[in-house]
């Protein structure tokens, strides 16, 4: 569970140990030294942290990493260790003086604005808004870029990932040994939590974050068994302890003899593989109430399932539930259909109720694509565990998240390019969500700081920021203030409360649930407006004018 | 430094104290409750791990990571914490006894045998063969794919660039912000130094792993500055000591005057960026011996470079040699070979020697594509520094990895599947690489445990493990054992002494060097062949039939 930082508590360091402040590019040790070198460090700069374009061709982007930053900086301090170190590395010899300054920085004299982790956003957008000396300031630049851009491209991911699979589905996510590295694996369960899943298999996110867990037995498992032979204690007691099968392994062959020879059930197995029945057995006896069996590790119609069946039934007499079934290969559609026609005709023939609606796993290299293409087709899978096209992001591996200065000493400051697009929008800035009459976000705004800020119900001009006839006027039905302060929190804490996960997964399911359908559809989504005011637009351009260089045809 | 581990002396845990023994997937911990139950959880393993497919189009991998799975291992122990959340996560109440088994296991009865970390792989071969009781090397599968995956993926991305790059190229890793979370940042330096990388800008990979740091200044910190009047402490000593220079700021200005005065030099520019020109003099006088400008924050020819050389000019005049530039943004090919002529022009015009040496770097969004288009334009750049497309693997964002069991209780197990090249090759195994005449390696040939190893000059027959028709006689003339006991080590230590970074980075250099260059190519890579002996692909296809369901038609 994500510790909230109740009042005057200390605010727990970032999830993994290894973000310190020496995480970090060397460049923003040496830039900080030419500002101390310069009398400069003490200047308040203000940055902005956006990225310029949705990831995996869609037109959202889910908001997440923003409570790592506040650990981080709650417990920003360079140790002794670290300043000798940063003393050896620095190119030159830098003078001592700078080396005390480092060790006297902390974040206090920082401020952090925030769009609530958890929302959705757009590009050009502030997703932070970083104020403080810009010495330290950029010193945060990396490690906030580096734990915001994966958090939520993964999250984004997953969103997009439960968009397709439907509401109805359970998602679990099962990409840790994909994963790059062990927190691209942690957090990924994390920020896929975040993003709408329902539960991971790596079982420490799941003590971190409190993130359900799930699992079932692997194919080796299951090729570890020679046969139902091997089994030595084969006594299950009744699920009402109202006495003991002494042979379990017998009344499992009862059935699978029993299923063998129903012609309703129109088998085509000869034989099943025993060391597969010998597995299912064993793992049943371990969980009789959590059976969950995977069925492909040599045939799923012939072998899989029917060994499946004759435990479930099994377990059904002694009065358990068996959980269901997993497949980790082949034509899942196909797959899952058999298996739920044959698991309805065992309901209908041994009259075991319920025993048709079996769980049916499906796990095998899934994406959005493959997701899409089993809806197409049709099919019986009630649970999808995705891993490592989830995980790693596979379809775009990064989200390019920058940070740029916008501010310094109360100048607005434009970071110009020849290419349009990578021009940054000067200015401390106020970002606005407007909604319109049907709830749906119209368009997002920034306005200069001191601006008033949009009223509802009264009309305001929207520009584009680069693009001079793309205007518009909008008459919001509510109005809603993007960035929040997040550092340092008001009345003597030193920072707002995090929210808990839970609370961050649930905001994130609720503004997905908000947006405009054809802004989330997979296929030639519509871009969501972003916007500036007039003030601003007129602004960014003056200033555009003003620092491009004017040259001389020859 | 890689911590080695001498005598006696204990191995340190993994890099990110994050990986531990719960860094895994909940079904370990469930299958081991299983086998416990069984009372086969002492039953003896052979697993392997292994990789079905090179990644990014080629035909060669790098293998890496190992180091961190014996860190693992040499200090495996669940904590009374990890058991207690244990206890609570499993499905189902699961007896008090399998909570003291948990409590006693270590990895003291686990054997790893490994190719030598840094080394060319293929597909098919064990990278790991791991053995131990299968209820705990079963709890490592998660952990170790984990730990390799991704490290051999980066690895062999960076090998990739380096190939392109060529040798003569300073590579510079600077992906820190854009990796996925903090330890694929800090994984993504490692890896990518011992894949030939020269630095990285990552400090605190710097300090975990010795890697060299580079580092220039970034856009805002020329944007933070308004123009040279800023500077107030104009002085700078002479190199040598020998006197300073009581305004620095006006030799600047006066150089600038010269170059932009000087016809030959066909200048386009009226006037620079005064506030790039104040950024670039506040950075030499912070670091007057490794003065690097970044000079595309307004324009290159027009602002950034004049500006550079007005400042690199001044620095020679009091005995500094300036570093060079930073281009991160345009035409690189292009700009590179504007740079250099006008870097050859002022050493022509002004008598500077060795100013047309200037190194130029360039950094923005490259990747094996991009270096490839530059080399074929021709350009003049002397470094790159690379980030997203290197660190967040773009091209392919995992490596598929996989641990499967093929032996247990001394009996071969195989790993079946409708799709061949998914069937494992059963049976502890013992690899070899044989060499050619000319020194290149030729094939890897996989046999049973017990044979007898192939012998220089003797002619062995080759199989394809499943394609019956392709076999060759091979007579090796030199033959190398892959796999090396890493842990336990011999003579009482713990494990074999783990080399440190440098000498991994090393074995891998020369392991690039010595494969036929046809592997190596970008386009078309010829495949390097892998095989198995006569006796174990009979052995193969005895167990397959043995185990696949024989069906009906109807």
């Known amino acids: 569970m994500a510790a909230a930082a109740a009042d005057g508590e200390a605010i727990e360091g970032p999830t993994n140990p290894m973000v310190t402040p020496l995480l970090t590019d060397l460049y923003q040790f040496t830039m900080a030294y030419a500002y101390w070198k310069a009398g400069k460090h003490q200047e308040r700069a203000v940055f902005d942290l956006f990225f310029r374009r949705n990831p995996f061709g869609g037109e959202y982007t889910i908001f997440a990493g923003v409570e790592e930053c506040i650990r981080l900086i709650a417990n920003f301090k360079l140790t002794e260790e670290d300043i000798f170190f940063l ?314 998240c920058v940070f740029k200065l916008v501010e310094i000493n109360n100048q607005p400051r434009i970071k110009l390019s020849e290419d349009v697009s990578k021009v940054s929008i000067p200015c401390k800035k106020r970002c606005y969500r407007l909604y319109g009459r049907e709830g749906y976000p119209l368009v997002d705004i920034m306005t200069g700081e001191n601006e008033s800020p949009p009223k509802v119900a009264e009309r305001i001009l929207c520009r584009h920021p680069f693009n001079e006839s793309k205007r518009a006027y909008v008459v919001p039905q509510q109005v809603e203030e993007l960035l929040k302060c997040y550092w340092p929190g008001d009345s003597g804490k030193k920072a707002v409360e995090l929210p808990s996960l839970k609370v961050t997964r649930e905001r994130c399911i609720q503004q997905l649930s908000q947006m405009r359908p054809d802004h989330m559809r997979r296929l030639n989504p519509t871009p969501y407006k972003v916007s500036v005011s007039a003030k601003l637009y007129d602004f960014i351009h003056f200033l555009w004018l003003n620092e491009a260089p004017v040259g001389e045809l020859h």
Chains 1, 2 share one sequence.
């Open 87 to 400: 003393r050896s590395s620095l190119p030159g010899k830098c003078e001592d003086g700078f080396f005390d300054y480092l060790r006297g920085i902390d974040c206090s004299d920082v401020e952090v604005y925030s769009i609530t982790e958890g929302s959705v956003v757009f590009p050009k957008v502030p997703l932070l808004r970083v104020e403080g000396p810009v010495a330290v300031v950029q010193l945060l630049e990396t490690p906030f870029v580096n734990l915001v851009n994966y958090a939520s491209l993964v999250a984004t991911n997953a969103a997009r990932h439960r968009f397709v699979a439907g509401k109805s589905k359970a998602l679990l996510e099962f990409g840790l040994r994909r994963a790059q590295g062990p927190d691209g694996g942690i957090s990924a369960s994390k920020y896929c939590y975040l993003g709408g899943f329902d539960a991971t298999s790596n079982v420490a996110a799941g003590k971190l974050f409190g993130i359900p867990l799930r699992g079932t037995h692997s194919h080796a498992f299951v090729s570890s068994y020679m046969s139902p032979d091997e089994i030595i204690d084969k006594a299950l007691p009744y699920s009402d302890g109202s006495g003991i099968c002494e042979d379990f392994v017998s009344l499992v062959r009862t059935w699978l003899r029993k299923i063998q020879l129903t012609d309703s059930l129109q088998n085509s197995f000869v034989e099943t593989n025993q060391s597969e029945l010998g597995a299912f057995i064993s793992y049943a006896l371990a969980f009789p109430n959590n059976f969950l069996a995977l069925v492909d590790t040599y045939d799923v119609t012939r072998s899989g399932i029917p060994n499946f069946c004759a435990v479930a039934l099994a377990l059904s007499d002694l009065g358990y539930k068996a959980g269901g079934i997993r497949l980790d290969s082949g034509d899942l559609a196909y797959l899952s259909c058999e298996a739920r026609k044959f698991f309805c005709a065992i309901e209908k023939e041994f009259r075991v109720p319920g025993f048709g609606k079996m769980t049916i796993t499906a796990s095998n290299d899934l994406n959005e694509e493959t997701l899409d293409a089993l809806n197409k087709q049709g099919h019986e899978v009630d649970a999808f565990g995705i891993g490592t096209y989830l995980v790693t992001c596979f379809a775009q591996a990064a989200l390019g």
